[in-house]
C-alpha cells in the first residue's frame, strides 16, 4: 500500500511535471506576443517542466520497478504463509531497497526453516522417546503383573515350597504351606539352612548330591525331613534352578509322601503275609492228617500195649512229639486264619482283668504290670480265647525284652477311626476299641519291625523261641476283622496297638462244651467219609476200639452204596466236607433225604468259616477241627449218639 501511494506520488509529478513543460511550450510559442523579459520565462519553464518530467518519470519507473519487485515478494511470502514451505526464497537483487529486506528475509526464512527441521527432528526423537518410554512402561507393568503372578502362585500354592541359597544352603523364602506343613515360621525358616531340616544322616549325602545337581529342572528323588516338632516324613523333591533378589537360588517343590509310602508298605506287607499265610496254611493243613495217623496210631499202639512194656515209653514218646507238632500245626493254621474261631460278644476288660494274676506269674517280680481299662470301653465281637492268647503272647515278649526288669502296661480304649486313619490300618472307619501292650524293654529296628508277624521270624536263641508267637498274634487280629500296628525303636521300648471293631450287640454268656464222660462201651452205627485213607482208618480205629459200628467210604458215592446196602440204622455220618466229587454237604442232605434221623458231624482241616463261604456248609452244624485228639473225637462223638442212645 506505501509502495501504491508513492508510485501515485511520482505518477502525479510526472503529469504535473509535463503540464508544466506543455505550459512552457504553449506560451514559448506564442513569445513574440509577449514581453521581450519576460519572454525567458517560458523556456526556463519549458527547461525546468523537462527537467521536472524527466526526473518524475524515472521515480516512476523506479517506483514501478519497486512495486513489482513488492508484488513478487509479497506473492512468494503470501506462498510461505500459505504452504508453510521454508524453502521458499524472496527474489533478490544487487541493490535496491528491498534487497536488503529481502535477504534479511531470506535468512530469517532459512533460519526458520533450519529451526524447524531442528523442531521436526526433536519432536520426532521426542515421539520415539515417548514410543519407548511407553513400551517400556508397558514391559515393566507386565513384569511387575508376572512378578505378582508368580509371587501368589509360589505363596498360596498348596505344594511346601522354599527357596535356598545353594551357596550356604540357607533358606531364602518359603510359602505358607510350608510353614503350616513344617511347623516353623517364616522367620524361623529364614535362621535354619536346608541342613537343619535333614536327619544328620543324611546331611553327607545331600552335600554331595546339591554338588552335582544339574542347572535347570531336576527330580532330586526321595528324602527325609523332619518337621520342627522332629516327626520325620518321606518327601520327592523337584528342584528348579533360579534367578532370586539378584543372585542364583534354587526353587524346591516338595511333595510329602509318608502317607503313600506308609499305606504301599502296609499293602506289601499285607500282600507278603498273605501269600506267607496261605503257604503256612497248606502245609500246616496237609502236616495235620499226617499228624493224626501219627498220634492217633501211637494212641493205638500205646494202648495195646502191658504197661509194663518198655516199647509204650516210645509209643508214649511218639505222641508226645506228635502233640507238640499239632501245636505247632495249630498255630500255622491261626496264622493263616484257619483256626477254629468261636467268636461271641464279651467284654475285654473283664478278660484283661482276669488274666492279671496269670500275666503278673509270667512276667515275674522284676517287672511291674500296670493295667489301664476304660470303664466304658466297648463290647468286641471275636473268640476269647484267642484274645486271650493274643496278650499272652505279647505279655511274654515283653517279659523277653525286659530281662533286668520294666514296666509292662495293659491299656484298653475306645477309639473312633476316621476314614483316613482307619485307611492307614486296612481298616474302614467307625469305632473300634484298642488294646495297648507297652513295655520299657529293648526296642525292636527297624529290619526286626518288617519281618516280625512272619512265622518263624525269631532273635531268640534256639531253643528258646519259635518264631510263632506274633504270628499267631496277627492271624487273629485279622481273624477278628481288626488291626494291630507296632511302634518300636532300638532301645526305646515297644508299644503294640491292636484294633477290634466295637459292636453295640449285648454281651454274650461264654458256652462251655459240656463234656460227656465216657464210660463203658458205645453203642450206635458210624459212617466214616474220608478220602484220606490214614484219617479214615484211624477214625474208624478209635470209634471201633469203643465199641461203635463203623462203616467206611473213601467219597461220597461210596457212601451212598455202603448206606444203601446196609440193612441196620446208621446213626451217624462223620465226614469231611471239602471231597472230590461230592461234598460233604451234599452227602448228608442226599443220606438225610433217605434217613431222616441221621446225626451229622463234619469234620476239615479248613476252618469252619471257609467251609461255610466254599463249601456251603450250615453255620449251626456240629464241626471236628483237624487235628484232633483221639478224646476229642471220641467226645464229641459220645456227645452226638448218648441221646439218641438214652431215648
Ligand atoms: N516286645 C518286644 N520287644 C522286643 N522285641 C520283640 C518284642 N516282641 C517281639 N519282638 C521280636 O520279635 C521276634 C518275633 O516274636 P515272636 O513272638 O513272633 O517270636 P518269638 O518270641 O521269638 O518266639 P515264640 O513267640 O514263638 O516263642 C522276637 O524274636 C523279638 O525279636
Ligand atoms: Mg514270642
Redesign the pocket.
Known amino acids: 500500500m506505501m509502495f501504491g501511494r508513492n508510485t501515485l506520488l511520482a505518477a502525479s509529478s510526472f503529469l504535473l511535471a509535463a503540464l508544466v513543460a506543455f505550459l512552457a511550450a504553449v506560451l514559448a510559442a506564442n513569445r513574440d506576443t509577449l514581453h521581450e523579459t519576460t519572454g525567458y520565462i517560458p523556456v526556463a519553464l519549458l527547461a525546468s517542466g523537462i527537467l521536472l518530467a524527466a526526473i518524475s518519470g524515472l521515480q516512476l519507473i523506479v517506483h514501478l520497478r519497486q512495486a513489482r519487485r513488492l508484488k513478487e515478494v509479497r506473492e512468494q511470502l503470501r506462498r510461505v504463509k500459505e504452504t508453510g514451505n521454508l524453502a521458499v526464497r524472496l527474489p533478490e537483487s544487487e541493490s535496491d531497497d528491498l534487497a536488503e529486506a529481502t535477504r534479511t528475509m531470506n535468512f530469517l526464512l532459512k533460519q526458520f526453516q533450519s529451526l524447524s527441521r531442528a523442531l521436526q527432528e526433536s519432536e520426532q526423537r521426542y515421539r520415539k522417546a515417548l514410543d519407548d518410554i511407553s513400551e517400556q512402561t508397558k514391559a515393566q507393568d507386565a513384569l511387575q503383573d508376572s512378578e505378582e503372578k508368580y509371587r501368589l502362585l509360589f505363596e498360596n500354592n498348596p505344594q511346601p515350597m522354599y527357596v535356598y541359597d545353594p551357596e550356604t544352603f540357607r533358606f531364602m523364602a518359603v510359602n505358607q504351606s510350608a510353614i503350616e506343613h513344617y511347623g516353623w515360621s517364616s522367620d524361623e525358616f529364614l535362621s535354619l539352612t536346608i541342613k537343619d531340616i535333614r536327619p544328620e544322616a543324611d546331611v553327607p549325602r545331600l552335600v554331595e548330591d546339591i554338588s552335582r545337581a544339574p542347572e535347570g529342572i531336576h527330580r532330586a528323588g526321595l528324602w527325609r525331613h523332619h518337621k520342627k516338632d522332629g516327626a520325620l516324613i518321606d518327601v520327592e523333591i523337584t528342584v528348579h534352578s533360579i534367578p532370586f533378589g539378584g543372585q542364583r537360588a534354587k526353587l524346591v517343590l516338595v511333595n510329602d509322601v509318608t502317607e503313600r509310602r506308609g499305606l504301599e508298605e502296609s499293602l506289601r506287607q499285607a500282600q507278603k503275609m498273605e501269600a506267607v499265610g496261605r503257604m503256612a496254611g497248606g502245609v500246616a493243613h496237609d502236616f495235620n492228617n499226617l499228624l493224626m495217623v501219627i498220634s492217633g496210631y501211637g494212641e493205638l499202639l500205646s494202648g495195646s500195649l502191658a504197661e509194663s512194656d518198655p516199647r509204650r515209653e516210645y509209643a508214649n514218646q511218639i505222641l508226645r512229639a506228635a502233640s507238640r507238632a499239632g501245636n505247632l500245626t495249630r498255630q500255622l493254621l491261626a496264622f493263616s486264619r484257619r483256626q477254629v474261631s468261636k467268636p461271641r460278644v464279651f467284654d475285654l476288660n473283664r478278660t484283661v482283668n482276669a488274666m492279671e494274676p496269670l500275666l503278673r506269674r509270667l512276667v515275674g517280680e522284676e517287672v511291674k504290670l500296670v493295667v489301664d481299662l476304660d470303664r466304658e470301653l466297648g463290647h468286641l465281637r471275636a473268640d476269647p480265647a484267642q484274645i486271650e492268647q493274643v496278650i499272652m503272647?505279647l505279655a511274654?515278649?515283653?517279659r523277653?525284652?525286659m530281662p533286668n526288669g520294666g514296666q509292662l502296661t495293659v491299656r484298653t480304649e475306645n477309639v473312633k477311626l476316621s476314614a483316613d486313619a482307619a485307611r492307614r490300618h486296612g481298616l474302614t472307619r467307625g469305632d473300634y476299641i484298642r488294646l495297648i501292650v507297652t513295655?520299657t524293654?529293648?526296642?525292636?529296628d527297624a529290619e526286626?519291625r518288617a519281618h516280625?508277624f512272619e512265622p518263624f521270624?525269631?532273635?531268640?536263641a534256639k531253643g528258646k523261641?519259635?518264631?510263632?508267637?506274633?504270628?499267631v498274634v496277627y492271624g487273629i487280629v485279622e481273624q477278628s476283622n481288626g488291626a494291630i500296628g507296632v511302634d518300636?525303636e532300638k532301645g526305646r521300648g515297644?508299644t503294640f496297638i491292636l484294633y477290634f471293631p466295637q459292636t453295640d450287640a449285648p454281651l454274650e454268656e461264654t458256652v462251655t462244651l459240656s463234656l460227656s464222660d465216657e464210660k463203658g462201651a458205645c453203642q450206635g452205627t458210624v459212617l466214616v467219609v474220608e478220602d484220606e485213607v490214614g484219617v479214615r482208618e484211624l477214625v474208624s480205629e478209635l470209634l471201633r476200639g469203643k465199641g461203635y459200628q463203623v462203616l467206611e467210604a473213601s467219597n461220597g458215592r461210596e457212601a451212598l452204596e455202603r448206606a444203601g446196602g446196609h440193612a441196620g440204622t446208621i446213626d451217624l455220618l462223620l465226614t469231611d466236607v471239602i471231597m472230590p466229587e461230592m461234598n460233604g454237604d451234599d452227602l448228608s442232605h442226599k443220606l438225610l433225604s433217605l434217613r431222616p434221623d441221621l446225626k451229622v458231624i463234619y469234620m476239615s482241616g479248613y476252618a469252619p468259616q471257609t467251609l461255610f463261604r466254599r463249601g456251603g456248609l450250615d453255620p449251626d452244624a456240629l464241626f471236628l477241627q483237624k487235628p484232633f485228639e483221639p478224646q476229642v473225637l471220641i467226645q464229641k462223638v459220645g456227645t452226638v449218639l448218648k441221646p439218641s442212645n438214652s431215648n
Open positions: 503272647n511274654a515278649n515283653a523277653d525284652a513295655d524293654g529293648t526296642g525292636i526286626s516280625l521270624f525269631t532273635t531268640k523261641g519259635t518264631g510263632l508267637g506274633l504270628s518300636s515297644t
